[in-house]
């Protein structure tokens, strides 16, 4: 189960935050994923569409902040991750679209 939180926007739609084990072997531990959407279960069933099918909701314990909500609204796919932020370190990741954390689908 991820931590994670959502938050409702004035026109009715909801932007979600998850913290998420990274899927790549050679990325570091974890990933911070947002998701803009009309509902939370919307939210959850595109994040399965791409992949990562065992990710859930529980509760509201890392809602996203008003950054992360700003940069999700501003992306054209309303899908972004960063890696989760490091409080020692003072250096700030730029948000990625989910396709590089993804990467091309594998060839059989």
Not at 56 to 76: F, K, M, Q, S, W
Request: charged share 15%; net charge positive; glycine share 8%.
């Amino acid at each position: 189960m991820a931590a994670g939180g959502f938050c409702k926007l004035p026109n009715g739609t909801v932007v979600v935050a998850l913290n998420l084990p990274s899927p790549a072997a050679d990325a570091p531990a974890g990933v911070r994923v947002l998701v803009h959407a009309r509902n939370r279960a919307r939210a959850l069933t595109r994040l399965r569409n791409l992949g990562l099918r065992a990710i859930y909701l529980r509760g509201n314990a890392a809602p996203p902040t008003p950054d992360e909500i700003t940069a999700v609204l501003h992306h054209p796919d309303g899908l972004i991750w960063r890696t989760n932020p490091d409080t020692a370190a003072l250096t700030v990741e730029l948000w990625h679209p989910i396709r590089a954390l993804l990467g091309p689908p594998a060839k059989a």
